[in-house]
């Protein structure tokens, strides 16, 4: 019985041996999984502001700077989302991590003051670079990035809980001039509802001297994918949210064009032609035009067409655009290359596209 008694007492000794074994190294797989995420989520944030921003300068718009109380910001939605799963630009109290239902009450909770906050998020790709390449492919998203009327920017990102693989990223945007006058000193008479406290008051003569400095102070349109453009991604992979393309999975890569409204207030804008072209001339099959028209997301000032195909890899493309401003006939001619289409994501196969499951933006 003794040795028998021993016999057991050792197995057990075993078992917890093996337990202890089986308990650290899936700690020290799950720390390495969050290590490996929080890692891919610090490097590179500067490569995606350094494209949003190379995309803003070659249109003559206001380059985003970083501002610490939207990064406080879009880090905690980072966060929110990584701790729950999910993509959403909308909170729920109750659960960890809350700060706000929407980007507006987020960064009133992080003492930023303008009443202005445009966010752009997605999640699942891989590093900062595609995130901000996808969000930029997706027709919404992009004029985020490219509004007029923006000039500073925080972004985060966050690995998610469960399995600190999947990455949500999130890019906050405001105001600067807008901040400026909203953290100085009220005002008596003038305009109200410009900060997120609603009562504070901007002086008349100062709200409408620098109201529209920004957008002022940038140039007449916006084009995307920008003249000279290289290395543009070829396809569209439908998983923006809300969807622009209901019923259409792949398309081309839109190409879309922006008119300043602060600049061109007034003028009635009318697209009488657009052509887009391959390196042989060849017409591109597009889709119907997206515009105020056909999608109420899009303001007068606002044009996008989607190609009914995914672009060919390494190839120019031409863009040819006549319309009417305000009764003045004008002409754009710009061109842009896109990128190879590397097969360790894509293949061509009869004339298919195949590629690996979309990651979203939203």
């Known amino acids: 019985m003794a040795g028998f008694t021993q016999y057991v007492q050792g197995n057990d000794m ?15 797989l799950f720390l390495t999984i969050f290590f490996l995420g929080g890692v891919l ?45 999910l993509i959403d630009h909308e909170e729920h109290a109750g659960l960890d991590n809350f700060t706000g239902n929407r980007c507006l009450e987020r960064i009133t909770h992080t003492g930023y ?4 906050c445009i966010e ?5 790709q891989k590093n900062w670079l595609e995130s901000a390449q996808q969000l930029m492919s997706g027709i919404y998203h992009r004029m985020g990035f490219l509004a007029f009327d923006v000039d500073e920017i925080g972004l985060a990102c966050r690995a998610a809980s469960q399995s600190g693989k999947k990455l949500f990223y999130n890019y906050v945007m405001g105001n600067s001039v807008l901040r400026k006058m909203c953290e100085g000193s009220p005002s008596r008479k003038g305009y109200a509802n410009v900060c997120v406290d609603k009562d504070r008051v901007i002086g008349k003569a100062l709200f409408e001297q620098h109201n529209e400095d920004l957008a002022q102070n940038s140039g007449y349109v916006v084009l995307y994918p920008w003249p000279d453009q290289i290395n543009v991604p070829p396809h569209f992979h439908n998983a923006e949210i809300p969807n622009p393309l209901p019923g259409i999975k792949l398309s081309g890569q839109p ?12 003028k009635t804008m009318t697209m009488v032609s657009f052509r ?16 105020k028209q056909s999608d109420p997301r899009f303001s007068e000032y606002d044009f996008a067409w989607f190609p009914e195909k995914v672009l060919e890899g390494g190839h120019t493309y031409r863009v040819s655009l006549d319309g009417i401003a305000g009764g ?35």
């Open 14 to 28: 075993c078992r917890t041996i093996i337990t202890a074994l089986t308990t650290a190294l899936t700690t020290a």
């Open 41 to 85: 989520c610090a490097w590179g944030d500067n490569a995606a502001l350094d494209f949003v921003n190379q995309a803003r300068k070659a249109n003559k718009l206001p380059l985003l700077h970083l501002q610490s109380q939207l990064e406080k910001a879009a880090d905690n939605h980072a966060l929110y989302m990584a701790q729950h799963n």
């Open 113 to 116: 003051q303008a009443a202005i």
């Open 120 to 124: 752009n998020l997605s999640f699942g």
């Open 255 to 266: 190409v879309s064009v922006h008119f300043n409204p602060v600049r061109l207030r007034g």
């Open 276 to 291: 887009l072209s391959d390196a042989a001339g060849q017409d591109v099959s597009l889709l119907p035009v997206k515009d």
């Open 328 to 362: 003045q006939s004008f002409t754009m001619d710009w061109a842009f290359t896109t990128a190879e289409i590397p097969f360790s994501w894509a293949k061509k196969h009869e004339n298919v596209l195949v590629m690996n499951r979309p990651k979203s933006t939203f």
